[in-house]
């Protein structure tokens, strides 16, 4: 006991010794410019989306607050345009699509590295007797990063690293996208092989952006399979377009919560009242008798964010219900997994 | 609330330096994350409802913009795998010597960030989980664990010297 209260004594003494040591941490006399400069460029950038609307809207002299909120409108659908701009680029496959107006667009999204397109980086086609693939591989290409603040260009080391940093991780991800693709291409060359041009088979793989915000970017790609039946299954990925990298269920929610179980639980409830309400509905459930039945989400579980902050969860054909169930899906309410997400991340 | 924000960020950029200090440990890192906290603050300030949640909101941002930055770094230097990323730079920064230092780099960045903010901040219990982000329980107990780890260089002190 009493050496207990000795242990903590000395432990106080040693942290207010640390914390003077903290305190003499040197602040160098450039942390303040920093800090002004990190203002200043938030400030320039406001400025600049507000300068198109300033020039159309001739009277602009009104109340502050006023300007304010429409500046907000302006900013709001401004964004919803990229986001309609990047789905278009998508679904035509074409990168120049639209010209200067639509990459101007893109590109003024205020985010350090920037995600702007998902292109089809190459198509794999196939007809050999009754078989067919048609694979589309998407690649996700960086804006070209604009001279948004000229001014601030110079000296700008860090934010150079940062930008090499950003890149390398973007080419992880599209690698693993690329890994992914690729995969479906080997399985449909080996079952071509293996087939003696015999069989019907095709393998059809399409992408689509699910959802785009500002920070994120949710791509999925669609494969279906069909054989003597047909097989559904896709793969998701979300992207932090900051980062560049792919983000993982555990990403979103708090380390130490168990949104796994919450969600699990979540997922067996619907099915269990799915099948209750309509007898054709069969899903597999883990139990004695079911042994590799649904059981609990894992961190490779694909999913991804509704814009009003439902989660997601995807399952391919036969994962979790008997084929004719195709690919299911189960939306967990938002409000399930509220309290059991990170704090400082924002899902929408 | 905009300029509620730039003050402060303007009264406390020093508290939010040695934070990011403590992290990545090196001059211009700290210079950096400050720079990108202080933008990324005002550019979010809408999201800001109270004034008196200001404080917590710009150590919330600074902590993170750290983590972020280390999150990176470890990716980038992933081969070289090793428990703490990298050794601090060598000479060159006067802090790296200092015995606070080699007692932070035994915890791990959360428990970094709450011993700092406890005890060389100053700040109650219940504001470190607000900035944390975690309840006050997990808070205490991470705390604890930080401090039992401590307490381990604080005995073997002379290997540290």
Redesign the interface.
């Known amino acids: 006991m009493s050496e207990n209260r000795e ?1 903590i004594t ?2 106080t003494q ?2 207010q ?3 003077a ?3 003499k ?4 006399g ?3 410019e ?6 200043q ?3 320039q ?2 400025e600049k989306e507000q300068e198109p609307k300033a020039g159309k809207r001739k009277d602009a002299a009104g109340a502050d607050i006023m300007k304010e909120k429409r500046n ?1 409108t302006y900013v709001i659908l401004k964004r919803a345009f990229a986001t309609a701009a990047a789905i278009l680029l998508v679904i035509t496959g074409a990168v120049n699509l639209g010209g200067s107006t639509v990459a101007h667009a893109i590109e003024r999204i ?1 985010v350090i590295g920037t995600i702007a397109k998902v292109v089809t980086f190459r198509s794999y086609e196939d007809t050999t007797n009754h078989f067919e693939a048609d694979i589309k591989v998407p690649q996700i290409e960086e804006s070209v990063h604009e001279t948004q603040n000229e001014s601030q260009n110079e000296g700008k ?3 150079k690293e ?1 930008q090499e ?1 950003f890149q ?2 973007l080419e992880n991800t599209n690698k693993t996208i690329e890994e992914y693709a690729q995969s479906l291409i080997d399985m449909y060359e080996s079952d071509l092989a293996a087939s003696n041009g015999e069989g019907n088979y095709s393998l059809k793989s399409d992408y689509e952006i699910v959802r785009e915000t500002d920070k994120y970017l949710v791509l999925r790609i669609n494969t279906l399979l069909v054989m003597a039946g047909g097989a559904q299954s896709s793969r998701i990925f979300n992207i932090d377009k900051i ?1 560049g ?1 792919i983000l993982k269920l555990d990403y979103f929610f ?1 380390e ?1 919560s168990n949104y796994a179980d919450v969600i699990s639980d979540n997922i067996k409830e619907q099915m269990l009242s799915q099948m209750e309400k309509d007898e054709n509905v069969t899903y597999f459930i883990q139990s004695d008798e079911e042994e590799w039945g649904f059981d609990k989400i894992t961190d490779d579980t694909q999913f991804y964010f509704a814009d009003n902050g439902d989660l997601v969860i995807s399952f391919d054909e036969y994962e979790v219900a008997p084929g004719f169930m195709g690919a299911v899906d189960f939306t967990i309410p938002r409000d399930k997994i509220a309290g059991l997400l ?3 991340i924002s899902v929408s | 609330m905009k300029e509620l924000i ?1 003050n402060a ?2 009264k406390n ?2 508290k ?3 934070l990011a ?2 992290y990545v440990e090196n ?6 994350i ?10 979010r300030c ?1 999201n800001v409802k109270e004034e008196a949640y200001i404080e917590t909101w710009l150590y ?1 941002i600074v902590m ?1 913009t750290s983590c ?1 930055l280390l999150r ?2 470890k ?2 230097s992933e081969c070289t795998y090793d428990e703490q990323a990298e050794p601090p730079a060598a000479g060159s920064d ?2 790296a010597s ?3 230092h080699n ?1 932070l780099q035994k915890l791990d960045e959360r428990e970094r960030t709450i011993v ?1 903010l406890r ?2 901040e100053d700040m109650k219990l219940e504001q470190v989980a607000a900035i944390t ?2 309840n006050v329980n ?1 808070t205490k107990s991470r705390l604890y664990r930080a ?1 039992r780890k ?2 381990a260089v ?1 005995e073997g002190e002379g290997v540290y010297e």
């Open positions: 242990k000395y432990d040693k942290l010794e640390w914390k040591e903290y305190d941490i040197t602040v160098p450039e942390a303040l920093r800090v002004k400069k990190g203002i460029m938030a400030e950038e406001t907000k205020p080391q860090g934010e940062e940093l390398k991780s980062t990298e708090q130490d990170k704090p400082d | 730039e960020l303007l950029y020093e939010y330096y040695r200090y403590s001059e211009a890192d700290a210079l950096d400050v720079q990108e906290s202080a933008y990324k603050a005002m550019k809408e919330r993170n972020d990176r770094k990716r980038l006067i802090g200092l015995d606070v007692a700092v005890y060389f982000g975690e997990t401090l401590l307490r604080m």
